[in-house]
C-alpha cells in the first residue's frame, strides 16, 4: 500500500477543506443577532406571545407560582424550563452555540457578571432606569449585570441564607428551643449538643462539601458579619485567609472531628441533595436557604418537626449578615419578542406584584418596600428572614469568574474547605489557588 | 464427556449464578420502577407513577421519544444507504482512489467524537444544522461509517462476481444489478449496518450532549438532565422508569436480531 | 491489499473505455461515503485546529489567533496531568478486567448447547443497553436512598452507613468500572468467542491424544492462536477506556474534588464548565487526537507483527 500517495491526497483533501470553514468563520460568532430593543413600550407588549423562560431547579417552586400568576393574568404566556444547577453554565454555553437562549434567561446571581460581561442579555439600560421604584429593588441583582454602566438583569427570585435549627432536636438536647446561636462558638456547641445525643442518623450540622455554590452560600455570611471580605473590589483577588474565615472553618472542622458532628456525607455532598437532611429531621442546626424553608414550613403544618430560623452570626456576638443571592433575570440576546418579555419584566417588577406572588405565598420578595410594609400577617420567621435583606449588610460577590473560582464542581474554593475541614490545610496555599484563578491566570 | 458429574453440576450451578448477576440489573430497574419508594411518585403501593411523571417532564416524554426516533431514523437510513454505496463501490469497482477511500473511512474509528465535536458546534451554526436532529443524526452515522462500510464491503466481496455480470448482460445497468441482484444477498449485512446505528443512536449521550438544546434532547440526555430536577432530591423513581424506557426497544430489537448482531461482529472480526 | 490494481500495464481501446465507466461509477457510488466525510469530518477536524490555534471563548466566539497560548494554558492547567494519570489508570484496570472476562466467558460458552445459549444471551443483554442508560441504571442501583447495593456493603462493612460507593475517589474508581465490566463482557466475550472459533477443533484433538491437560492446551494451543483477537480486543478496548466520558459525567461528573476527571472530561469541563473556552478544549481536543493516533498505529503495528 503506497502510504506516501495516501498521506499527499489527505494533505490535499485538507487544505481544500481548509477554506471553507476559514471563510465562514470570519465574522466570529458571538457578536451575532444581538436583539433590538431600542422601541419597546415602557410597560412592554401584551399580545399573546409565547415567551419562553429558563431558571434553576433550585427555585422551581418560587418560579413556577411567579410563571403561573403571570399566565393567569396576561395574554402572552411564558412557558418556564427548569434547568438543573450543575448543567445550567453547560447548558446556556451551549445554546448561544446553537442561537437557542430562551428569550428570558433567569441565572444565578453569581454567574451574571460573567454571562453579561460576555453579551448573552440585551442592553435593556433605558428600560430599567424607567422604573419608579428602581431603588427599592435589590440592588445586588442589578449590578451583578451592569457591563460599563449597562444595564442588562432585574431581580427575578431572591433566595438568602439563615440560620436554622430543628426545635425537636434542641428540646431533646435540652437547648433552648427558642434560642438559636447568635455567634459561631455558640453554633459549634450547640451542634455537639445534639450530636451528643447520639440518635442514628442525627448530626448537629451539615455541610455540602462538594458543592462550592452552597458553600460561599453558608460560610461567606459570618465572614462579612465580621465586617470582613471574601475578595477585593474588583474580585480579581480572594481574600479568604483573614481570621474570621479561618474561625468559621475551624468551627466545622471541629464538628467534623466530632462524632455525629456533620451529617454523613457532609464530605462527599455535591449539593444534589444537600438540603435534604436537615428537612428530613436529621440536623441539628446549619445555615440554610429560606427558598427551601418554605416546604418546611408546610410539613410543620401537617405534623412534622418545628423550626427556628435567626440570622447567620459571625464570630463576634450582635452582627450578622446574610448572602443575598438566587436568580437574576434579563432578556437573552436571541430573543424575538423583546417587547412581551420586558413585559413580564415590568409585571414583576411592580410593588402590587411582589406582593401578590411572593409576600401573599411567604415567598422573600425582590422589593425592599414590599419586604417592610407587606408582610405584617406573615410568620415572624418570615420576617426574619426578610429583616436580614431589609438591615443591608447582606451581600453578593460580584466576579467575573465567580464560577470558575468558587461554583464550578472541583474549584479551588471547595478544595480550601475540604482541605481546612477534613484534611490538612494550608489556607494561604489554597486562598492563593482561587486569587490565581480569579485573576484570570 | 469424562467429566463427574458432581463438577458438571458445580460448572451448571457457578454459571446460572453468572449468569443471574450480568441479568439482575436490568430485572431491578424494570421492577423497582413500579415499586414504592420514598421521595418518588410512587411513594405508595405498586403502580405507574413514576412513568406519568416522566410522561409530563418538561416538554414531556412524547417529544423525547419523537426526537430520539427521527435521530435514529436518520441514522439507520443513512448507515444503510451510504455503506451498502459505498461498500459495492470499494469492493467492485477498480478505479484509483479507491483504496485511498477505504482508507479514509477507516481512519474515522482512530478520531475520538470528543475532538469532532467542539468543532462541530460552530461548524453547524455555519452550514445552517445546528440544534437540528438531522445535524445529530448525521454526525452519529460518521461514526458508523467505518465498521459498516467495512461489514458491506466484506459483503460484497462474498458475492462471486458472475452474479451481477449475467445480469448486466441481461441489460441491467450496474445500479440495477445493484437493486435486484446484489441487495437480496448483501440484506442480512444491511440489517446488521441497520441494527448497529439504530443502537448506537439510540443510545448515544455525548453527541446531543454538545449539538442539541433541551427541545431537541434525545431520550438519554433528557433523562440524565430530568435526575436532577429539583435540588435537595433526586427522583430516583422517575430515572428508573426512564432507564427502562430506554431499555426495552434495545432489549426487543436486540432479542429479536440477536443473530444480525452476532453476525455484524463476524464480519468485522474475521477479516480484520 | 488488492489484486487488481496493478493491472493497468497493457491497455487495448475497449478496456479503457470499459475503464473509465467503471471509474466514473467507483466514485458515484462512493460519493455519499465521501461527502460525509468531507463535510462532517474533515472541515471539523481543519476547524477544531484552526479554533485550537485561537482565542476562542464559549459565550464570546472567535477573537483571533494567539497560538500557542490555549497549549500552555492546557499543559499548566492543575488538572492536565492528574486526569491523564487517572485514564490511563482507569484504562489499564479496565483492560485487564474486559480481556480476562471476556476470554472466560468465551470459553465457558464456546460450544453451542442450549443451555450455553441461554447463557450467552444472558451475558450478552446488558451489551445492547446504552452507556448512559447503563450509568443511569447504575446511579440508582448505587444510591444509598433506593439502591439495595449500599445496605449490603454497609453491613458487610465496606463502606460508611448512608454514605455512597461514589463519595470517594478509589471506590468511585471502582464502582465505574464495575458498570463498564459489566455493559461491556460480553462484547469482548463475543469477540474472543470467534477466534475461538477459528481455532481448529483437530488440534485440541491431536493435544488430547497426547495426553496434555485442559491448563497445558490452554496455554500452548488456545492463548498463541488467539493472540491476534486478544490484540484487537486490546486495541478497542484501550482506545474506548482513553475517551471515557459518558459514564464519569454521569456517574462522578469528575468529582469527588476531581479525582476521576478524565481526559475527555476536562475538554468538556474546559468547554462548558470552568473556562468556557473552546480554544483550550479544542487544544486538548487535538492533544488527545493526536495522542491516540500514535496509540492507535503502535497498536495496529503489533497487531499485524503477530498475524504473520
Redesign the interface.
Known amino acids: 500500500m503506497a502510504f506516501n500517495k495516501v498521506t499527499r491526497a489527505l494533505a490535499g483533501i485538507a487544505a481544500a477543506a481548509m477554506l471553507i470553514p476559514l471563510a465562514a468563520c470570519g465574522g466570529g460568532s458571538g457578536s451575532t443577532g444581538a436583539a433590538d430593543t431600542s422601541d419597546i413600550p415602557a410597560k412592554g407588549t401584551d399580545d399573546g406571545t409565547t415567551i419562553t423562560m429558563w431558571t434553576r431547579s433550585p427555585l422551581e417552586r418560587q418560579a413556577k407560582g411567579v410563571v403561573e400568576a403571570y399566565n393567569k393574568s396576561h395574554k402572552n404566556q411564558v412557558k418556564l424550563e427548569i434547568i438543573p444547577n450543575d448543567d445550567m453554565e453547560g447548558k446556556v454555553g451551549g445554546a448561544t452555540q446553537t442561537d437557542s437562549l430562551p428569550d428570558i434567561l433567569a441565572g444565578d446571581v453569581v454567574r451574571i457578571p460573567y454571562w453579561a460581561s460576555e453579551g448573552i442579555f440585551a442592553d435593556i439600560t433605558k428600560q430599567i432606569d424607567g422604573l419608579d421604584n428602581l431603588k427599592d429593588l435589590q440592588q445586588g441583582h442589578i449590578e451583578a449585570g451592569t457591563v460599563d454602566g449597562a444595564k442588562h438583569t432585574l431581580p427575578f427570585i431572591t433566595d438568602v441564607s439563615v440560620m436554622v435549627w430543628n426545635k425537636n432536636l434542641y428540646k431533646e438536647a435540652g437547648l433552648d428551643p427558642e434560642q438559636g446561636p447568635k455567634s459561631i462558638a455558640e453554633f459549634t456547641e450547640q451542634a455537639k449538643k445534639i450530636a451528643a445525643l447520639n440518635k442514628d442518623g442525627v448530626a448537629g450540622s451539615y455541610l455540602a462539601g462538594q458543592s462550592g455554590g452552597a458553600l460561599v452560600f453558608d460560610l461567606f455570611p459570618s465572614v462579612w458579619a465580621d465586617g470582613e471580605n471574601v475578595m477585593n473590589d474588583d474580585g480579581t483577588e480572594a481574600t479568604l485567609d483573614n481570621d474570621s474565615m479561618k474561625a468559621v472553618l475551624d468551627a466545622y472542622k471541629e464538628l467534623a472531628n466530632t462524632q455525629n458532628g456533620l451529617g454523613a456525607g457532609s464530605k462527599e455532598e455535591t449539593g444534589a441533595t444537600w438540603t435534604a437532611p436537615f428537612a428530613n429531621g436529621k440536623i441539628g442546626v446549619m445555615p440554610y436557604p429560606n427558598t427551601s424553608l418554605n416546604d418546611i414550613f408546610d410539613a410543620e403544618k401537617s405534623g412534622g418537626f418545628e423550626v427556628g430560623v435567626t440570622p447567620i452570626p459571625g464570630t463576634k456576638e450582635g452582627k450578622t449578615s446574610t448572602f443575598l443571592g438566587g436568580d437574576a433575570m434579563g432578556i437573552s440576546k436571541d430573543s424575538k419578542h423583546v417587547a412581551q418579555a420586558w413585559n413580564f419584566l415590568y409585571w414583576l417588577m411592580q410593588s402590587d406584584t411582589q406582593k401578590e406572588v411572593f409576600a401573599d405565598n411567604g415567598y422573600t420578595a425582590s422589593n425592599i418596600e414590599t419586604l417592610k410594609t407587606a408582610y405584617d400577617d406573615a410568620d415572624p420567621r418570615i420576617q426574619t428572614i426578610n429583616s436580614t435583606i431589609i438591615d443591608g449588610n447582606g451581600k453578593t460577590p460580584k466576579s467575573a469568574a465567580f464560577n470558575e473560582g468558587f461554583n464550578a464542581a472541583g474549584s479551588p474554593w471547595q478544595l480550601l474547605v475540604q482541605n481546612a475541614v477534613w484534611g490538612k490545610s494550608d489556607l494561604k496555599a489554597d486562598n492563593q489557588a482561587v486569587t490565581d484563578v480569579l485573576a484570570g491566570n | 464427556m469424562t467429566t463427574p458429574l458432581w463438577k458438571r453440576v458445580i460448572a451448571?450451578v457457578l454459571?446460572a449464578l453468572?449468569?443471574?448477576i450480568?441479568?439482575s440489573?436490568?430485572i431491578?430497574?424494570v421492577v423497582?420502577s413500579f415499586s414504592p419508594?420514598?421521595?418518588?411518585a410512587q411513594s405508595e403501593g405498586w403502580g405507574i407513577a413514576n412513568y406519568l411523571t416522566l410522561f409530563g417532564y418538561?416538554e414531556g416524554l412524547p417529544k423525547y421519544l419523537f426526537n430520539s426516533v427521527i435521530v435514529s431514523l436518520v441514522a439507520v437510513v443513512?448507515s444503510v444507504?451510504?455503506?451498502t454505496?459505498?461498500g459495492?463501490?470499494?469492493s467492485?469497482?477498480?478505479?484509483?482512489?479507491?483504496?485511498?477511500?477505504f482508507?479514509?473511512?477507516l481512519s474515522?474509528?482512530?478520531?475520538?467524537?470528543?475532538?469532532?465535536l467542539?468543532?462541530?458546534?460552530?461548524?453547524?451554526?455555519?452550514?445552517g444544522l445546528?440544534?437540528t436532529l438531522l445535524g445529530v443524526g448525521?454526525?452519529i452515522?460518521?461514526f458508523q461509517?467505518p465498521m459498516s462500510?467495512f461489514i458491506m464491503r466484506n459483503a460484497f466481496d462474498a458475492i462471486p462476481k458472475d452474479m451481477e455480470e449475467a445480469a448486466m448482460v441481461d441489460g441491467c445497468n450496474?445500479f440495477q444489478a445493484l437493486l435486484r441482484i446484489l441487495v437480496p444477498v448483501v440484506k442480512p449485512s444491511m440489517v446488521t449496518v441497520g441494527l448497529l446505528a439504530f443502537?448506537e443512536a439510540?443510545?448515544?449521550?455525548?453527541i446531543p450532549?454538545?449539538?442539541?438544546?433541551?427541545?431537541k434532547s434525545t431520550l438519554?440526555?433528557a433523562?440524565?438532565?430530568m435526575?436532577?430536577?429539583?435540588?435537595?432530591?433526586?427522583d430516583?423513581?422517575a430515572?428508573?422508569a426512564?432507564?427502562v424506557v430506554?431499555?426495552i426497544p434495545?432489549?426487543i430489537?436486540?432479542?429479536a436480531l440477536?443473530k444480525y448482531?452476532?453476525k455484524g461482529?463476524?464480519a468485522g472480526?474475521?477479516k480484520? | 491489499m488488492s489484486s487488481v490494481s496493478n493491472s493497468a500495464a497493457a491497455v487495448p481501446e475497449r478496456k479503457s473505455t470499459a475503464k473509465a465507466q467503471a471509474f466514473k461509477r467507483g466514485i458515484l457510488y462512493a460519493l455519499p461515503d465521501w461527502v460525509m466525510i468531507v463535510v462532517l469530518f474533515f472541515v471539523p477536524i481543519v476547524l477544531l485546529v484552526y479554533m485550537a490555534f485561537s482565542r476562542w471563548s464559549l459565550l464570546g466566539g472567535n477573537r483571533g489567533v494567539n497560538f500557542p497560548d490555549n497549549f500552555v494554558k492546557v499543559f499548566e492547567h492543575k488538572l492536565f496531568w492528574p486526569s491523564i494519570g487517572f485514564t490511563l489508570e482507569y484504562t489499564v484496570i479496565v483492560t485487564i478486567f474486559l480481556l480476562i472476562l471476556g476470554l472466560g466467558l468465551a470459553l465457558i460458552v464456546q460450544e453451542s448447547t442450549k443451555w450455553n445459549n441461554v447463557l450467552r444471551t444472558c451475558f450478552l443483554l446488558p451489551s445492547a443497553t446504552g452507556l448512559a442508560s447503563a450509568s443511569l441504571l447504575f446511579y440508582a442501583l448505587y444510591s444509598p436512598q433506593v439502591g439495595p447495593l449500599t445496605k449490603i456493603l454497609s453491613a458487610l462493612g465496606l463502606v460508611q452507613e448512608g454514605g455512597s460507593v461514589l463519595a470517594t475517589g478509589q471506590s468511585a474508581l471502582w464502582a465505574t468500572i464495575i458498570v463498564i465490566v459489566w455493559r461491556f463482557s460480553g462484547y469482548y466475550m463475543l469477540l474472543m468467542m470467534i477466534g475461538l472459533q477459528a481455532i481448529p477443533g483437530d488440534l485440541y484433538e491431536a493435544a488430547r491424544m497426547d495426553g496434555a491437560g485442559t491448563w497445558r492446551i490452554f496455554r500452548s494451543i488456545t492463548l498463541p492462536l488467539m493472540k491476534p483477537t486478544i490484540v484487537m480486543c486490546l486495541v478497542y478496548c484501550v482506545t474506548g477506556s482513553i475517551l471515557a466520558f459518558d459514564q464519569f459525567f454521569i456517574l462522578t461528573k469528575g468529582g469527588p474534588n476531581n479525582s476521576t476527571m478524565t481526559v475527555v472530561q476536562l475538554i468538556y469541563n474546559f468547554a462548558f464548565d470552568s473556562k468556557k473556552d473552546l480554544g483550550m478544549a479544542a487544544a486538548l481536543s487535538l492533544i488527545v487526537l493526536i495522542a491516540l493516533v500514535i496509540i492507535n498505529s503502535i497498536q495496529m503495528r503489533g497487531m499485524r507483527d503477530n498475524t504473520k
Open positions: 451448571r454459571e453468572l449468569a443471574i450480568f441479568v440489573p436490568l431491578w430497574v423497582s419508594q420514598k421521595g418518588s418538561q443513512f444507504v451510504v455503506c454505496l459505498a459495492y463501490s470499494f467492485r469497482f477498480d478505479y484509483p482512489g479507491r483504496n485511498l477511500g482508507m479514509v473511512t474515522i474509528l482512530m478520531v475520538p467524537y470528543a475532538s469532532l467542539i468543532p462541530l458546534m460552530v461548524w453547524f451554526k455555519d452550514i445546528n440544534d448525521l454526525v452515522t460518521l461509517l462500510t450496474s443502537l439510540w443510545n448515544n449521550f455525548m450532549l454538545y449539538l442539541s438544546s433541551s427541545a438519554p440526555l433523562m440524565v438532565n435526575r436532577q430536577q429539583t435540588m435537595g432530591v433526586i430516583y423513581g430515572t428508573e426512564g432507564v430506554l431499555l434495545c432489549a430489537l436486540f432479542l440477536q448482531y452476532v461482529f463476524m472480526a474475521v480484520g
